[in-house]
């Protein structure tokens, strides 16, 4: 390898570890739990490790021969951190495994002895002046310095604390880390990545401690101001630092995949896509950045590269942010769109079902990607929302006791191990998660979630997302259901209204005429002279003649009237006899294959299509001749009435009146509630209203009775 190559190679590692270790640190710092002490260990120890890279990368590219005074401040500078981050590499991975203070445990003399190498490391470099200064060790590697048969202390020293501080984590690693359940599943996820950082960190102190021994062992003493050993001197050092470079790639993984550090009990999708974009920018940058050092690129050529650099990098940024952007709205649509709750109302429930079902299956399959998952409703909505659902819909619901749930979450929590959800001793098969669902009334119910497909944990994204998507799944569920039990009872009032109505007529006609007749003749026969009787029998006769004339005038019943000539035949006898004098003209468009299709309708759908026509003639009759000006003249009033067919039952009344659009809210059209009682009850039997004004003058009023409603 060239010295040029060999240069670049050891500069381009060099800046990706010192920009990952300080995003690391910097995020560990900033997004994690500042009350948890691995956070400030792994983010100390981070930060460190980025001070000490950043030395490194300042010597290696002024070239191990630069005697300048720049080079003996970044030289001292170095062994500051080089001291701190194998400890806090030791320290975080205590508390990884649950290492506490106040417990017993295995390590606990190896933390004091690492302690004491550390503070005893530090007192050399203070007060036994072992580090001279970097022009020294430029021209001879080893100076007078406090040794054990010829080594250095500071040498032996710093190889065993090192040693030691990368060889006790993979002790730890070996046993499972001990904490609460969710944190307990991270850290398992993580263990691996973890476990090969720690290999590659040891592999890395043994590489440094075979140089130390190196330049002990070679006589004469090398001098990197010599080219042979500079050279030799890189290549160790390019495998040094190719080895870190790869424990922090792992570790890296661990910390925003998995979260282990940073006392968060999941972790978060945005920190994993970041990282892969920090280690595809500190990769970039670095070998640029390399590349300007080795060839000793002017500097204003150095700044315009890494100017470009720099867009180029935030303008594919910026694109990602757009593409995640887009991704995340198309995963939400189906959740903010409309679940057609009129046409849930208005098909048969096993269709009605059909929209939450999907909405689910769309939440397990394309947004969480789990395998199986179950949404249990609890407390009050467990009788109206039904039966659990199960994804994928072959698999089977498993059998869950919800009554003792409210003791098992909290607000606090949003999410359980599925072992710590159900009964004691109890299992559900495939299930890992319990997320709760809550409403202002409490827990309403608990989706139970299982692996994903890729196997990675759930993010807090996720959860999130879970638990707002099964709380909205259980309401609409709730709701629905609510709204077509009050559709059903509307539609049993309306038949129980056309009974009493039909009874109401047959009473009077067939008991109360009859008994008033059959009083008047006891009456007469007893003492027709006699004035109190003259006057009850006056008041009987005048009761007697008032009923049979209100019956009388009285139209023929409805029901009679559809049942003898349909629809099209009780609206045309509607507009002749009720309201003949109101319009100048009426015009009729009845099809036959409409009237057909209205015969073979049930009586109590045609009943509630005639009432609203019925609603909408009158309100053309009392409404069409209203003026806009008080001074113009009334013009004919005329009504076209239209029955067909198109994509079911088409009733269309149109008249040219004035229209409502001449009229305040207070006029004499009344409030409205006409109209709105006849739409709800038109929704109970599939149908819809639409009153629309026409672009000159008039209005039409459409009636559309689509087929498939249970009422029909």
Not at 215 to 234: C, D, F, G, K, Y
Not at 366 to 371: A, Q, S
Not at 528 to 542: D, F, N, T, V, W
Not at 560 to 568: D, E, Y
Request: net charge neutral; charged share 15%; proline share 6%.
């Amino acid at each position: 390898m060239s010295s040029l190559l060999l240069n670049w190679a050891v500069l381009t590692i060099s800046f990706f570890i010192t920009i990952s270790l300080f995003w690391l640190g910097l995020m560990v710092l900033l997004a994690g739990n500042r009350r948890s002490a691995g956070t400030w260990l792994t983010g100390g120890g981070l930060m460190a490790g980025a001070l000490f890279f950043t030395s490194h990368t300042a010597i290696m590219g002024r070239g191990l021969s630069s005697t300048s005074f720049g080079m003996d401040f970044w030289w001292w500078v170095s062994w500051i951190p080089a001291v701190v981050a194998p400890l806090a590499w030791y320290g975080a991975l205590l508390w990884y495994s649950g290492y506490r203070l106040d417990r017993p445990h295995h390590h606990h003399s190896w933390l004091i002895l690492n302690l004491v190498l550390a503070v005893g490391i530090g007192l050399l470099l203070v007060f036994a002046n072992p580090l001279p200064s970097y022009r020294y060790v430029v021209g001879r590697i080893i100076v007078i310095t406090p040794s054990i048969g010829g080594i250095p202390l500071l040498i032996i020293v710093y190889v065993a604390y090192s040693l030691l501080c990368y060889l006790l984590p993979l002790d730890l690693l070996r046993k499972p880390p001990i904490g609460s359940p969710l944190e307990t599943r991270a850290r398992q996820r993580a263990r691996p990545y973890l476990v090969f950082a720690s290999m590659a960190l040891l592999l890395a102190g043994i590489l440094l401690a075979w140089t130390a021994l190196w330049a002990l062992n070679t006589h004469p003493v090398p001098t990197l101001s010599n080219a042979q050993t500079e050279r030799i001197v890189q290549q160790f050092d390019l495998g040094v630092a190719a080895l870190v470079a790869l424990a922090i790639t792992l570790l890296g993984r661990a910390i925003v995949g998995f979260e282990v550090f940073t006392g968060r009990p999941l972790p978060r999708n945005r920190f994993l896509r970041q990282w892969r974009s920090t280690v595809i920018l500190a990769g970039g940058f670095g070998a640029a950045a390399a590349f300007t050092l080795t060839i000793e690129l002017r500097p204003i050529y150095s700044l315009m590269l890494a100017t470009g650099l720099m867009t180029l990098f935030y303008a594919l940024y910026s694109w990602r942010s757009f593409v995640e952007r887009e991704d995340f709205m198309e995963r939400l649509r189906p959740f903010v769109a409309s679940q057609n709750l009129y046409g849930v109302l208005t098909t048969p429930q096993s269709e009605s079902e059909g929209s939450t079902r999907a909405l689910f299956d769309t939440l397990c399959r394309d947004v969480l990607e789990v395998r199986l998952a179950t949404i249990v409703p609890a407390g009050a909505l467990a009788t109206l929302a039904g039966p659990p659902l199960a994804y994928p819909e072959s698999s089977a619901a498993p059998s869950i006791d919800a009554s003792g749930w409210p003791g098992r979450f909290s607000r606090q929590v949003r999410c359980l191990p599925a072992e710590q959800a159900g009964e004691p001793g109890g299992a559900f098969p495939g299930i890992d998660w319990a997320v709760p669902l809550w409403s202002s009334r409490g827990l309403d119910g608990v989706l139970m979630l299982g692996e994903k497909i890729n196997g990675n944990p759930f993010t807090e994204e996720e959860i999130e997302i879970a638990q707002a998507a099964g709380e909205r799944v259980l309401d609409l569920l709730a709701g629905t259901e609510m709204a077509r039990l009050a559709m059903e009872l509307l539609r049993q009032r309306l038949a129980q209204a056309h009974v009493m109505d039909g009874q109401g007529r047959r009473v009077l006609h067939d008991e109360v005429l009859p008994e008033l007749h059959t009083t008047l003749l006891h009456l007469s026969a007893l003492a027709p002279g006699e004035p109190s009787i003259r006057q009850a029998m006056s008041s009987l006769s005048k009761a007697h003649r008032q009923i049979a004339d209100l019956m009388r005038e009285m139209p023929l019943p409805v029901p009679h009237r559809l049942v003898q000539g349909g629809l099209a035949a009780a609206l045309r006898s509607l507009v002749e006899h009720d309201y003949a004098n109101d319009f100048n003209e009426v015009e009729w468009r009845i099809a036959p294959e409409a009237v057909e299709y209205a015969r073979g309708l049930p009586l109590f759908v045609n009943e509630v299509l005639f009432f609203a026509a019925r609603e909408l003639v009158r309100n053309a009759a009392i409404h069409g001749r209203e003026r806009e000006n008080e001074n113009s003249d009334a013009l004919p009033l005329c009504l076209e009435i239209s029955l067909e067919i198109k994509n079911g039952l088409h009733l269309a009344i149109t008249d040219n009146g004035s229209g409502f659009r001449s009229r305040g809210p207070d006029a004499a059209g009344g409030s409205g509630n006409g109209l709105r009682i006849h739409n709800a009850m038109l929704a109970a039997v599939g149908a819809r209203l639409e009153v629309l004004p026409l672009p000159e003058r008039g209005t039409q009023a459409q009636i559309y009775l689509q087929p498939g409603n249970p009422a029909q």
